[in-house]
């Protein structure tokens, strides 16, 4: 009895006082990496981080449906745009200007932290995340997808990782790497 009232009293103290729900903090790698996320809520700010351990030539593109006709037409417009952005990204959206739904799922539309590379403009326009569920004859699973939406020199580029669950840590873990600052 004596050890289960030294477990109820932190217990009620947890429960009785308010608490502010954690910052949005979300790591995502694939294995082996090839592309990294890394989201983090920063005070009034989040910073959505992309890495692509393999250079940019090998960076996800898009979030639609390709047809034949979008290899010859849309797709290399695409590429050349994302081959103008650097392996390693990092911008920022006003909380304001951001909803997070829970521990992973979040969506920021609008900000001005337009950036330079190598004289090539770089506008993010939005950033999400996804959880996706799958139900097949195979099974159930669920896998995780961040989008990151750049205008690029007045290109539109979404890069677009999808990972499996276990691919992605929040609020906390070891997928940090090369983001520690």
């Known amino acids: 009895m004596k050890i289960m ?3 109820l009293i ?3 103290s947890f429960l009785s006082t308010a608490h502010a729900a954690l910052p949005l903090r ?3 790698a ?3 990496v090839t ?8 005070g009034e700010k989040l910073e959505v981080s992309v890495l692509h351990m393999n250079g940019i ?3 996800p593109l898009d979030v639609t449906v390709i047809t034949p006709r979008d290899v010859e037409s849309y797709l290399p417009k695409k590429a050349a745009a994302l081959k103008k952005m650097p392996e390693m990204s990092t911008f920022t959206w006003p909380m304001k200007n951001c909803r997070v739904h ?3 799922r979040f969506e920021c539309f609008g900000t001005d932290d337009v950036q330079f590379h190598n004289g090539v403009k770089l506008a993010p326009f939005a950033a999400w995340s996804e959880r996706i569920i799958h139900n097949n004859p195979a099974g159930s699973y669920i896998e995780r997808a961040i989008v990151l939406s750049v205008d690029v020199d ?8 999808v990972y499996p669950e276990s691919g992605c840590t929040v609020n906390g873990g070891s997928l940090r790497g090369p983001f520690a600052k």
């Open 5 to 7: 009232k030294y477990l």
């Open 10 to 12: 932190p217990a009620v």
């Open 26 to 28: 979300v790591s995502c």
């Open 30 to 32: 694939t294995d082996p």
């Open 35 to 42: 592309t990294m996320f890394d989201i983090a809520e920063n």
């Open 57 to 59: 030539d090998y960076a």
């Open 102 to 104: 829970d521990g992973f």
């Open 154 to 161: 007045g290109e539109s580029v979404h890069v677009r990782m």
